[in-house]
């Protein structure tokens, strides 16, 4: 998707900075314009999205605000149980004293509704599944209150990971007014710019660059509750060159605009505003700049120095910083398409199938980032898991093979490889499965039990066959599965399968293309799980 953001929308995610958990720079970013002045890279992507709709697909899209969705609209097939969403109930937000409510039918629903960072009520989505965090501030919107969740839920949508939410470190305390339960984000990229963390001692007590949750749980241990608030609060520290690797522009916003920051001429000013002993803060910074010579902090196991310090530095600016609920990992269980899962209750064999027509993306979803995210990876999911909705909506209404099955007895049907599975002991440790897109989201495979599908892709010049037994179900919509092994004794098919990527087919110049024949009967009846 950075590519594909790149090339099709000329976003230029050029710059790499090491964020908070990282090993090394990964987080793409964009450079400063023509003016110098910094590009937050998550407005940027909005902008030029929400201008290439305006511009290219007005007549095609239409955006409606002030609307407050209440409801998913869903049918039931009760014979097999399938739920079917054909659109949405909702309220005009302005008329929200009314009872009044319009419905939008749609051939598909995708919920990108954000988390519930932001839900403050004693009765919930927070205070049920992390009740202890409910007097922490938030760096959320007033939005993000689990509605979509919520939605879901009430259809019988499968929530995972609800009691994951992560912690950020670093929420601004405004010194004009502490108390606000709502924080300004200091943004991951100040510490990745070399910002250290001091409590009220002056002592530095945790590696910056450590995982959200690990500094988090730093300041809660180690610092002192700020004056009038039950907020636990680290002094954050940046030196000039610290400054200007982050970027003097975006200081600027955070320093004059919001009044967030401090001014300190030297060590001995920062004692004066912080209450910290001068000693002890030249001590903390003598050993800081000891352990970047030396490439590790015995203290703290800090090993990456993206900017050095020194007693003799002026011109620092320091803010109070605060743990804030900032993400929720949990919400919505999905597949790798994007779809909804709801449990079949009792089933043997496949205990999740998707809500049929409604798909979800970003912080809505749970499951993807396990249990705390890395800084870096919402608007990658975002990307993503939204791109990966929209084709799959758009692939809804492929109405051949809904019936009869969309693969054909010898003819080569082009498909994309959805993910790979690591196996466990039920079909060997030495194996993997590869899950393929129909090209329709509701489409089957056609195929009965015991019949293989060959599958083939040109790699170098030569054209690659295998030929397998799908593992998934003839009933299963929008997806094919085989079991192979990615050694030699795969066969030759498997120099392939090991180059291919999830989503190649999407980029087709530069991967291979990927092929099923429909059925190929062996003449004997095989033994499968189905």
């Known amino acids: 998707v950075v590519h594909w953001l790149m090339k099709k929308f000329n976003i ?24 110098g002045n910094p590009v937050p890279i998550g407005f940027l992507i909005m902008k030029t999205l929400k201008d290439y709709i305006d511009s290219t697909l007005s007549n095609q899209i239409t955006v409606r605000t002030g609307t407050t969705v209440t409801r998913l609209l869903q049918r039931t097939d009760f014979r097999t149980g399938v739920k079917c969403i054909y659109g949405v109930e909702y309220r005009i937000r302005a008329d929200s004293a009314s009872k009044e409510k319009e419905t939008l039918e749609a051939d598909a629903v995708i919920l990108t509704t954000g988390g519930f960072g932001c839900d403050r009520t004693n009765n919930g989505v927070m205070s049920k599944y992390r009740p202890d965090l409910l007097g922490f501030p938030t760096t959320c919107g007033d939005f993000a209150v689990g509605d979509g969740v919520l939605m879901g839920q009430e259809i019988g949508a499968e929530l995972v990971d609800m009691d994951k939410v992560q912690l950020h470190p670093t929420g601004f305390i ?32 945790v590696n910056e660059l450590d995982l959200r949750s690990v500094v988090s749980k730093g300041i809660i241990d180690n610092c002192a509750e700020y004056e009038g608030t039950n907020s636990k609060f680290a002094w954050c520290i940046m030196n000039k060159a610290t400054q200007f690797l982050f970027g003097d522009k975006v200081l600027d916003f955070y320093k004059d605009r919001l009044g967030l920051f401090s001014v300190a001429t030297d060590l001995a000013d920062i004692a004066s505003i912080t209450g910290c002993p001068l000693n002890t803060l030249m001590k903390t910074i003598n050993e800081y700049a000891d352990a970047e010579q030396q490439g590790i902090c015995k203290k703290t196991r800090k090993v990456v120095f993206p900017s050095s310090i020194s007693v003799n530095d002026r011109e620092f600016l320091i803010a109070r910083v605060t743990p804030s609920i900032h993400y929720c990992m949990g919400g919505l269980n999905i597949n790798a398409a994007a779809e909804v899962q709801e449990i079949i209750p009792g089933k043997v064999v496949g205990s999740h199938r998707h809500i ?19 800084g870096g990876n919402s608007l990658l999911e975002c990307v993503v898991f939204g791109r990966i909705a929209g084709f799959r909506a758009a692939a809804l209404n492929q109405r051949e093979g809904f019936d009869s099955g969309c693969l054909k007895e010898e003819e080569w049907t082009l498909v994309d490889l959805r993910e790979v599975r690591n196996t466990d002991d039920k079909y060997g440790r030495n194996t993997r499965e590869y899950r393929f897109n129909l090209n329709g989201s509701l489409q089957k495979t056609g195929l009965k039990v015991g019949q293989f599908i060959a599958i083939r892709g040109e790699m170098d010049g030569e054209m690659l066959t295998g030929y397998y037994s799908p593992i998934t179900r003839p009933d299963d919509e929008g997806v094919i599965g085989i079991l192979c092994r990615p050694d030699y004794k795969g066969g030759p098919i498997v120099k392939l399968l090991q180059y291919i990527r999830p989503g190649c087919i999407l980029e087709r110049e530069k991967n291979p293309e990927i092929w099923f024949l429909g059925w190929w009967n062996w003449g004997f009846t095989y033994a499968s799980d189905f």
């Open 174 to 205: 405004d010194p004009k007014n502490p108390g606000n339960p709502t924080k300004f984000l200091a943004p991951e990229a100040i510490r990745g710019s070399g910002a250290i963390l001091v409590n009220q001692k002056g002592e530095r007590f």
């Open 356 to 374: 049929r027509r409604l798909f979800a993306a970003g912080e809505v979803t749970g499951g993807v980032h396990g249990n705390n995210r890395l």
């Open 12 to 35: 230029p995610l050029t710059v790499l900075s090491h964020l908070g958990g990282h090993s090394a720079k990964r987080t793409h970013r964009a450079p400063p314009d023509e003016h």
